[in-house]
């Protein structure tokens, strides 16, 4: 099969690679319908992240059931299925209590950019569609494996409420995918921080109320003076950086909530500035798999099409320029079809 592979920063590369087998009873092998490139590929991709030997990459994915393991009974061979980044057996006490994304016996994804993929812990991690969707509704379906239910959790993590006041901090795939959240989420006003003019618009047309064009303290001030000089009730950290944490913990007011859903990089949160701004701040991988089956029939019923945030759509040869127009902006999010 061809299967992308990172070979060092800049370097992308579809190669021949050997078709996934099942190694356990409770995996599945997919034969992908769509994958994509993700925002924190970029972090190897830029050198931001060590990239070590050679490696494959991709996390996100839908496809159709090829092979089950022994133990896999949810899901059968000719279903088109949508699984999460982290997989899940959806059994032990985190996975019980919501927490699939750190089940104790998850495995993240890395090999999803390609034309097959061995799926652990299928049984508790793919949920199946009740038929093969349109073609039309594939990249929504795609970024629910994701940057959807990333969205989702940030919202919930910022603790979105009915008439509140959020602010979305990044205007990548997943803060898009936060301003859906948080509408869904009942916010009466969305302030999505973005300097990109297609990007300020889809973050409008998925509900919006305003965009913050300036960063870092301008930033912030320019929120209090949008909130009466107060910060918002929640902050969406989509980013990871060290400006965008602290641009979310400025924005927010006291008693507010950021959550933190960018990977964190060089990130350092002064204690005694958290403790008496009164911020709550939750984050962390996203359980995905937690708000699978809801996202997937907001999806299928039309209330919500995350798909927009793809951009650009690929076939897997051309892999390397869905890297290359992400690292320079040029494009939200890269679908691939192998």
Known sequence: ?????????????????????????TD???????????????????????VGDPHPMGHEYVGIVEEVGSEVSNVK?????????ATSDNTCANCQKGWQSSCLNREFMGTCQAEYVRIPNAHGT??????????????????????????WWAALAAEVKPGSTAVVVGDGAVGLCGVIAAKERGAERIIAMSRHESRQKLALEFGATDIVSERGEDGVARIK?????????????????AESMRQALHAARPGGNVGFVGIPHEVAVDGLE???SQVGLRGGPAPVRRYMPELIDLVLSGHI?????????????????????MDERRAIKALLTP
Request: charged fraction near 20%; hydrophobic fraction near 40%; proline fraction near 9%.
């Open 28 to 50: 599945a092998i997919i034969r992908t319908v769509a994958t994509c490139v993700c925002g924190s590929d970029l972090w190897p991709y830029r050198g931001l992240e060590p």
């Open 126 to 151: 793919l949920v199946a569609t009740d038929e093969h969707p349109s073609d039309e509704l594939v990249p929504s379906l795609l970024a629910v494996s994701d940057v959807m239910g990333t969205g």
């Open 274 to 276: 958290l403790f008496f």
């Open 225 to 241: 003076d949008l909130t009466k000089g107060i910060g918002a009730d929640s902050v969406l950290e989509c980013v990871g950086t």
């Open 77 to 85: 061979p000719g279903q088109f299925v949508v699984g999460s980044f």
């Open 1 to 25: 099969m061809r299967a992308t592979v990172i070979h060092a920063p800049g370097d992308i590369r579809v190669e021949d690679a050997p078709e996934p087998k099942i190694l356990k009873p």
């Open 305 to 325: 099409d995350p798909g927009k945030v793809f951009d650009l759509t690929l076939p897997l040869e051309q892999v390397a320029e869905g890297y290359k127009a």
